[in-house]
């Protein structure tokens, strides 16, 4: 028994746009989809049932972070992640890698793991592709991944097919490592920097360890948007049609449509709750920074395109007052906008995919954002 | 026609606990009552929706900060401060008095009101009955109250005498300067420090000026409890029956079993979500240091005897996370239940009553809630 199948229902005929559904134990996901981050057990500001109001079902979480705190065994009593934190529906949790290279001050790689150390208390603590799986078998996610090594950018050649390498290897290791195969599905990683050639080995060579479905990691770490593009449009190609493709890290609005045409099915990113604190918002004509003077006596919604609960019911004038009045109820109100809003543009988007529309409702969408042509790169 | 009616529907044989109904443009209003402070337009972290849900009918909100942020004004154009925050039950505004006094680095007190800086800007600004009065009107409370001045504790006796006569000449400004009686019901406050004379006669004094209801200023601002309670006692004697008598700021378990068996109808108090933003919480066996690492593998509820969102739905192992990792939603959560605690408790206070229980609830809460003696100072 598979812990996750994965359904193709529609493709864009014009671009890699693909319509599917993803079953997993606790939920189905309707693909392409936008999964809000929940780091610590928790997507910042936001309640369980507030995620399903606005039509989540899939969420993020950190096993770096719950590693250190409060540790797997706590949630692990608690009877896994979803009782521990409430959430009824899908869960993924990252390997730990990402966080390790990106958090931890001091670190030393070696075949066997990651020495580093905490950026809580400061103490060693050491990440293998067995513990890292140990670690996620017992936080219990519907998917998790394999751990690997995400090389920055720029980077060495070399130094990025040596990587690659051990990366492959610790996938082979993290597959023997995974406890509960028929609970969690396990997916690969695809690395490789920018480097063609090496996407398009570990795209093979991952396929062949035959996972349930597969990332693509390494983007979004500071190369120029057309790169991004390009390469990902590359890796996508040498995927398994019928698996899963997650995009890590990546969720602002065009990066959703890009990676959506390039075929991808999966994308997370703190951006949405992030930007919220900072009372920035995303609306159908752009971005929008509530907090400026601007918006003191705009007594309208955030987005006048846009239903959610916030927009139905509070002001712009109200939401700055929160704001510029350290009032917490202000950042739940934009984070709730900004995760209502991906997910819903993640809706039609699929919508568009089914009638055939996606390119269509993808230059509409440009056009009223105010996204300038570096960012539509892509032959249409 | 009248902003507020009020009707006595039972009363504690044994001590002066009375079970009342307030009507007010925006809601009715079972006393005696818990109202949440929502002093910029928001009760910490909580939406409107989880107050409703909670069970709140009534909350307030402050004059002074809203006067300071964003301006009575904005509140004003955004269609008043129910519209604005989103609250479509009762919202009782104080005269900003108390703040002026409390928050303010530096104030001159004359007869015409009080100058003072905004502790936000730095800039002086002026409040007078009538400025209090008119802001009040702006904001469009079901509830107001006179601009008063709050004697500080201990205070010399004449300056309390004195205080006292202007704050009575005060209340005659406020009502003076009232333009929207039909619609908001202004209140008196009744000061006079812990002298019981000069309690008694602005009592006496207020009630020939005929309010709507009546407020009890001035306790819990350092006093020993029982002196608090002794001084309580003897200014509800004095106060008319067939008005909603309302002590302000005053908001503990044990304050509110002390504050109705002497004739108190309203409380309001930031304790539920002061002390929930430190970690710490109400149960029904006394006060909880959730974020404690006693608690860090204890899978229950907050309060087992508690039938609330939070207890039904989160250890408390998660709620101890998300403290200790500065998630916003365990404060949301800690918040929540506290607000809960203290709303059930006067449903509870007020069956008791209906029923005749009234000092038996009070003597089975205060053994669990290990109450000392000091507490239960009244004679039963």
Redesign the interface.
């Known amino acids: 028994m598979s812990a996750l199948s994965f359904t193709l229902l529609a493709a864009c005929p014009k671009s890699g746009a693909r319509r599917g559904r993803i079953r997993t134990p606790h939920a189905v996901i309707e693909t392409p989809v936008f999964m809000p981050v929940g780091t ?3 997507v ?4 369980p049932d507030e995620l399903i109001a606005i039509g989540a079902h899939i969420i993020l979480s950190n096993t770096y ?1 719950l590693h250190l ?2 540790g797997e065994d ?1 949630v692990q ?3 896994g992640l979803h009782k ?3 959430w009824p529906r899908a869960v993924l949790t990252d390997s730990g890698g990402f966080q390790v290279f990106s958090l931890s001050p001091l670190r030393k790689i070696s075949e066997e793991g990651v020495e580093f150390r905490s950026h809580i208390s400061g103490e060693k603590r050491f990440l293998s592709p067995e513990k890292s799986i140990q670690v996620q078998n017992a936080l219990g996610a519907d998917i998790i991944m394999a751990f690997d090594e995400c090389s920055p950018y720029p980077a060495d050649r070399e130094y990025v097919r040596l990587s690659l390498e051990r990366t492959a290897r610790w996938a082979k290791r993290s597959q023997s490592a995974h406890r509960r195969p028929d609970e969690q599905a396990l997916f690969g990683i695809i690395q490789g920097g920018m480097d063609l050639d090496l996407r398009k080995q570990a795209a093979l060579q991952l396929a062949d360890m035959d996972f349930p479905g597969y990332a693509i990691g390494g983007l979004s770490v500071g190369e120029p948007k057309p790169l991004m593009h390009e390469v990902l449009a590359a890796t996508t190609q040498w995927m398994p049609q019928d698996r899963p493709r997650y995009l890590m890290g990546v969720g602002a609005p065009d990066d959703l449509f890009e990676g959506v045409m390039r075929g991808v099915d999966m994308f997370d990113c703190v951006l949405p709750t992030r930007i919220a604190r900072n009372g920035t918002v995303f609306t159908s004509r752009g971005k929008l920074v509530v907090r400026n003077a601007a918006y ?2 705009d ?1 309208g919604p955030l987005d006048e395109n846009c239903a959610c609960y916030v927009c139905k ?3 712009r ?2 939401i ?3 704001i ?2 350290d ?6 109100l934009t984070s709730y906008h900004n995760v209502a809003f991906l997910v819903k543009l993640m809706e039609d988007i699929r919508m568009s995919i089914e009638n055939g529309t996606f390119l269509v409702l993808r230059k509409a969408f440009y056009n009223a954002y105010g996204y300038n042509d570096d960012t539509t790169s892509y032959p249409v």
Not at 44 to 47: A, E, G
Not at 327 to 332: A, L, N, S, Y
């Open positions: 610590q057990a928790t910042k500001t936001l309640s972070h705190r409060p706590i009593e608690a009877g521990f934190m409430n003191a006596r007594y019911n509070y002001s004038a109200y700055r007052h929160l510029k009045a009032e917490t109820f202000g950042i739940r």
